[in-house]
């Protein structure tokens, strides 16, 4: 099985993924993330048990909160605000605003090691096409539950984006499916 980082990378560089994520990020409070996790751990062990979500999604709350969002924030801040104003030096606040970036980034791939070091893959991983797309949708069912989010509309749409990118062996006729059901 593919490092979970390496799913993640390989997969949000696919064209529309990344507008898809940003936009359940910035509209719905979704953490990309725990969403990229859902469907990584669906291929890698199946359905997630209560346990790992909740010790998952935890972790990911207080991270996200404590770490990735300030980053963010005040990468976004600095880009419209921060390093436009009089008397700020523009090159040199662009230049720590990358700085942060490449920060925020590493933030996010160690919270996606400790993603990953909660999950021991024991077992052969399902292995039909069927059983992949099943288990992933279960799994990002319970994380949009866990947020109060309706799976409807443009939400499944963007779901639908992300796991056929994810899974680009997977007949994407398959993926519309099973999140259409």
């Known amino acids: ?18 507008d898809a994520c940003l936009s359940l990020q910035n509209d719905h409070d ?3 993330n725990m969403l990229l996790f859902c469907a990584w751990v ?6 997630f048990d209560g346990e790992l979500f909740n010790q ?7 991270w ?3 770490v990735v969002i300030p980053l963010r924030e005040a990468r976004t801040w ?7 104003t009089e008397p700020m030096p523009s090159e040199e606040c662009m230049a720590l605003r990358e700085e942060i970036k490449s920060i925020e980034l590493g933030s996010e791939k160690l919270q996606q090691q400790v993603l990953e070091s909660l999950v021991t893959v024991d077992d052969e991983p399902p292995v039909s096409p ?4 099943g288990n992933v949708r279960a799994n ?20 639908i984006t992300i796991v056929a990118a994810a899974f680009p062996d997977i007949d994407s006729k398959l993926v519309a499916a099973a999140f259409d059901a």
């Open 140 to 159: 990002l069912m319970l994380y949009l539950v866990s947020l109060d989010i309706e799976p409807v509309g443009d939400i499944v749409e963007k779901l």
């Open 78 to 84: 600095m880009k419209h605000q921060g390093c436009h």
């Open 1 to 18: 099985m593919q490092k979970f980082w390496d799913f993640s990378v390989r997969t949000y560089r696919v064209t529309g993924v990344a």
């Open 30 to 32: 979704v953490d990309v």
């Open 56 to 62: 998952a999604n935890e972790f990911s709350n207080q």
């Open 64 to 66: 996200a909160e404590n």
């Open 42 to 47: 669906g291929a890698a062990i199946g359905e």
């Open 130 to 133: 069927e059983s992949v797309i």
